[in-house]
């Protein structure tokens, strides 16, 4: 089987959103997204508030897709290609064909099911062309939103490292999710 090489940005579909590579045109969206107390207090990162950060960052995808790295879409909304988040794979482990999943939506287009809808993509993608085994994930005990996704999307709760990173000046827990080729169900 001839796996990803990395030559091609994979642009993805699903019902309502369109998964593509970021352009330094997305700096706003991504203001929006990582500017956002709201949405930054499960995150261990500075607050992205300007334009030159938020150009930094997306370079900072763009250099770690050109690595091999990780692979960083824009989530979009299909209709009017507004940017609403972001999704990506990293630490891909070739050898032991695994893959970490991670998602943010901005905060007013949260419970709407876009991260659910945005990660099947991505896994679909991800188990066919990555040739993976596994996929983890994990998110800061505490998370309800995030944990909620990872079920949905047919993730098990694997273990609970505690205290193991440090956010917002205190320690947290970190709750590991991992998903099995042959458990995953696709989209519902």
């Not at 107390?37 to 990162?45: T, Y």
């Not at 790295?69 to 507004?82: F, K, M, P």
């Not at 943010?104 to 990555?130: C, K, M, R, S």
Request: charged letters at 20%; one cysteine or more; hydrophobic letters at 45%.
């Amino acid at each position: 089987m001839t796996t990803f090489d990395f030559t091609v940005f994979p642009a993805l579909a699903t019902p309502r959103l369109r998964l593509r590579q970021m352009t330094h045109d997305d700096a706003d969206g991504i203001i929006a997204l990582f500017g956002n107390p709201e949405m930054m207090r499960f995150l261990n990162a500075p607050l992205v508030t300007n334009r030159e950060q938020a150009v930094g960052m997306i370079d900072w995808f763009a250099g770690n897709y050109r690595e091999q790295i990780a692979v960083d879409w824009a989530v979009t909304l299909a209709d009017s290609g507004e940017m609403i988040g972001m999704c990506g794979m990293y630490k891909w482990n070739r050898e032991y064909r695994s893959v970490e999943l991670g998602y943010n939506i901005a905060v007013p287009y949260w419970g709407h099911g876009y991260a659910t809808e945005a990660a099947h993509g991505i896994i679909q993608w991800a188990f066919d062309a990555l040739d993976l085994h596994r996929i983890q994930a994990d998110c800061t005990n505490g998370n309800l939103a995030s944990e909620r996704v990872l079920l949905k999307l047919g993730f098990k709760v694997e273990g609970l490292f505690r205290e193991s990173c440090w956010e917002h000046g205190r320690f947290v827990d970190i709750k590991y999710f991992g998903l099995l080729r042959r458990e995953y169900a696709g989209p519902g």
